[in-house]
């Protein structure tokens, strides 16, 4: 089954302690991207790749690092969580499956900050 | 302004009844047009993918670009209790992703009445 896994699905943290959110496809797919999503926001996307060791920025990168060692994965970093960063994440990847460009997300991580 | 605008509602309609959600922008250069169903606590997921103007049929959904007016519609006939959920409307200017960005509405929470 075609798929995009995000791990955890929940996390409660503390200020500026360091944590990973992992993304991973198994679709082949060269391009991935982080968004989040905020009440009355929207979904705004954080960071993409376009492929292994390719990443740029989108449009909220402050606060955020990612890497893209190996294609299918594509891990979310958080060096010091604060608490503007407790958000609902999704990550996507991107591909022609169907015959165009479809964006397919994860699940989701709900993040809080303390 | 906000480069796409969407209603968030909530718009509440009976069973049975046609839905009409709506997303206005202001980018010209904007090509691509998608709608995406959210339901709650799960990630977005593509419903219709229209390119430039025109109507766009698929079962009880149908895609509507008006490029002339900057805006784009999406109707449900039909509606049941399990289209319940949030549209997103989202569009780029290239071919629907990629280093081209997906620009997102924040969404309409729709909910259908038994």
């Known amino acids: 089954e075609a798929q995009v896994t995000q791990n955890p699905r929940y996390l409660i943290t503390v200020t500026g302690k360091k944590l990973t959110v992992t993304c991973s496809q198994n679709?082949?797919?060269?391009?991935m991207s982080w968004y989040r999503q905020d009440p009355g926001l929207g979904l705004r996307q954080i960071y993409y790749?376009?492929?292994?060791?390719?990443?740029d920025k989108g449009d909220v990168p402050e606060g955020y690092k990612v890497s893209r060692k190996e294609k299918r994965n594509f891990p979310l970093i958080l060096e010091s969580p604060s608490p503007n960063q407790t958000s609902l994440y999704f990550c996507?990847?991107?591909?022609?499956?169907?015959?165009?460009?479809?964006?397919?997300f994860g699940p989701g991580t709900r993040l809080t900050v303390l | 302004q906000k480069e796409v605008e969407q209603d968030p509602g909530p718009l509440s309609v009976p069973e049975g009844a046609i839905v009409s959600l709506n997303c206005t922008y202001s980018?010209?250069?904007?090509?691509?047009f998608m709608w995406y169903r959210q339901y709650s606590r799960k990630g977005p997921e593509l419903l219709m993918y229209?390119?430039s103007s025109g109507n766009k049929e698929d079962g009880r959904f149908t895609a509507q670009v008006d490029k002339s007016s900057k805006y784009i519609s999406l109707f449900i006939r039909d509606s049941q209790p399990s289209d319940s959920a949030t549209y997103l409307c989202?569009?780029?200017w290239g071919s629907g992703g990629g280093a081209d960005g997906l620009t997102f509405g924040k969404g309409t929470h729709l909910i259908i009445q038994p």
């Open positions: 790749s376009m492929n292994v060791e390719v990443t």
């Open positions: 996507a990847s991107l591909g022609r499956d169907r015959g165009f460009n479809e964006q397919f």
């Open positions: 679709m082949n797919h060269e391009y």
């Open positions: 229209t390119y």
């Open positions: 980018n010209s250069a904007f090509q691509y």
């Open positions: 989202a569009m780029s």
